[in-house]
T-cell receptor
Framework: GEDVEQSLFLSVREGDSSVINCTYT??????LYWYKQEPGAGLQLLTY?????DMKQDQRLTVLLNKKDKHLSLRIADTQTGDSAIYFC??????????FGSGTKLNVKP | DAGVTQSPTHLIKTRGQQVTLRCSPK?????VSWYQQALGQGPQFIFQ???????QRGNFPDRFSGHQFPNYSSELNVNALLLGDSALYLC?????????????FGPGTRLLVL
């Protein structure tokens, strides 16, 4: 089955840029996604990229996709304390299934 | 426009009991997927419902079953609960009809099995 991997933790200072990385194994997915989860809450869709694109920018968020290396990254510019959360990358649909990584916990220090 | 709603928000059950969780999809969506998120883990796909049928299933036993109603809302049923079923259960909706398969999630139901 599909395997989506993320690093577990990232710590940055307020105002710096954050880069969260993700690797995946299945190249048949249509889209790749980034979700944000705050404590005790569901998943909030942040952004997504079509699998034939290289880059997508959405305000402070930049998504880069390297399809050859099966690597996805999320860059958050001017990171704020409100950005502290767990970030999940996901891909799908592949035969109606979506696959999630185990999440990267972003800690933003003031 | 209401997003995805789930009920109840929290639930406590004992081993061996049965539980039913409910989900109403986002307006305009026709597809509902269910996920189990254990503490410290990413969501694991349980199954997806479209046109009132289960379209795909993840690696979950038959104790997990579901249903989709004509109004697209859905239920997740878990029988013979085990301690390991304690988790956050997330519902996500999307639209196959419009080709927009991006999933939007509800707030989840937190299930504790004692």
């Amino acid at each position: 089955g599909e395997d989506v991997e993320q690093s577990l933790f990232l710590s940055v200072r307020e105002g710096d840029s954050s880069v969260i990385n993700c690797t995946y194994t299945d190249s048949s997915s249509t889209y790749l996604y980034w979700y944000k989860q705050e404590p005790g809450a569901g998943l909030q869709l942040l952004t997504y990229i079509f699998s034939n694109m290289d880059m997508k920018q959405d305000q402070r968020l930049t998504v880069l996709l390297n399809k050859k290396d099966k690597h996805l990254s999320l860059r958050i510019a001017d990171t704020q304390t409100g950005d502290s959360a767990i970030y999940f990358c996901a891909d799908g649909p592949a035969f109606n299934k979506f696959y999630f990584g185990s999440g990267t916990k972003l800690n933003v220090k003031p | 426009d209401a997003g995805v709603t789930q009920s109840p928000t929290h639930l406590i059950k004992t081993r061996g009991q049965q539980v039913t969780l409910r989900c109403s999809p986002k307006s305009g969506h026709d597809t509902v997927s269910w996920y189990q998120q254990a503490l410290g883990q990413g969501p694991q796909f349980i199954f997806q419902y479209y046109e009132e049928e289960e379209r795909q299933r993840g690696n979950f036993p038959d104790r997990f079953s579901g249903h989709q109603f004509p109004n697209y809302s859905s239920e997740l049923n878990v029988n013979a609960l085990l301690l390991g079923d304690s988790a956050l259960y997330l519902c996500a909706s999307s639209s196959k009809t419009s080709g927009l398969e991006t999933q939007y999630f509800g707030p989840g139901t937190r299930l504790l099995v004692l």
